[in-house]
């Protein structure tokens, strides 16, 4: 059960170590690109390619569903960043219950945003959790975690470490065969809700090195952003500058950006419609003067 590329690498795993997949569970195509076509998850693209029956159900709270998931006669659901909630009937219809690929050291970072949350909030590690599911969000009993260093990556690259390392964990954790667990700690935990289109407005009124993980943890979906003449532009990646000014102006023909302290300048950026570029590609066609203030 997963939908997005995070999740394929759990399903190659699974192929690949001899279990039997006997279906996939993904959400439902939906519209996307420039011409709103609908696109079908990343799972269901490889899930297809490797002949597995793919069902997408818009919600698995109707009893047809249940029943039909339960008839599966499943011994484990492998359940990867599938984006639905799932009730407790279908928590409870695989004999040995269902295993969750978790993108955070449990319990810090629990819910929709786990990698996005750990980078922007200056996190030096993150990890994977494989997670034996009940009702609550994300406050199952542990099976296995494992960290590794966030250092620069940007959030994407933070996801595909993870995806890698998840996917070789879950297959682990299914070998052992013990799925009791140890209960999630008391104390640490943190919630990771989901990343609003209004949050990922940059608020240069923010410390510079704030400004740099909003960028890291956002790129390069949906981005961070700011807006210049009515052109909203994504700041996909900086690194800090040892000047100051006005937050939100621009110092210099370099496109130093000031911030509430400190200040930050553009490594790559993106313009609507177009692709990723450094700073010094978008100030040959897109005049950035010094004094320019962003909003």
Sequence with gaps: MGSPAFAVPTLDALVEAGHAVIAVYTQPPRAAGRGKADRATSVEVRARALGIEVRSPKSLKDAAEQAAFAALAGEVAVVAAYGLILPQPILDAPRLGCLNVHG????????????????????????????????????????????????DKNAAQV??????????????ALDRGAFAGQPQPEEGVTYAAKISKAEARI??????????????????????????SGERIKLLAATLAEVSGAPGVVLDERLTIACGSGAIRPILLQRAGRTPMTADELLRGFEIPAGTRLA
């Design 159 to 172: 996801m595909e470490e993870l995806a890698i390392l998840g996917a070789a964990m879950m297959v682990e």
């Design 104 to 151: 955070s050291l449990l319990p810090r970072w629990r819910g929709a945003a786990p990698v996005q949350r750990a980078i922007m909030a200056g996190d030096a590690i993150t990890g994977v959790t494989i997670m034996a599911m009940v009702a609550g969000l994300d406050t199952g009993p542990m099976l296995l975690q494992r960290e590794i260093e966030i250092a």
């Design 203 to 228: 608020d240069w009124t923010a410390p510079a090195a704030t400004v740099v993980r909003h960028a890291q943890g956002l790129a390069p979906f949906p981005g961070a952003w700011f807006e210049l």
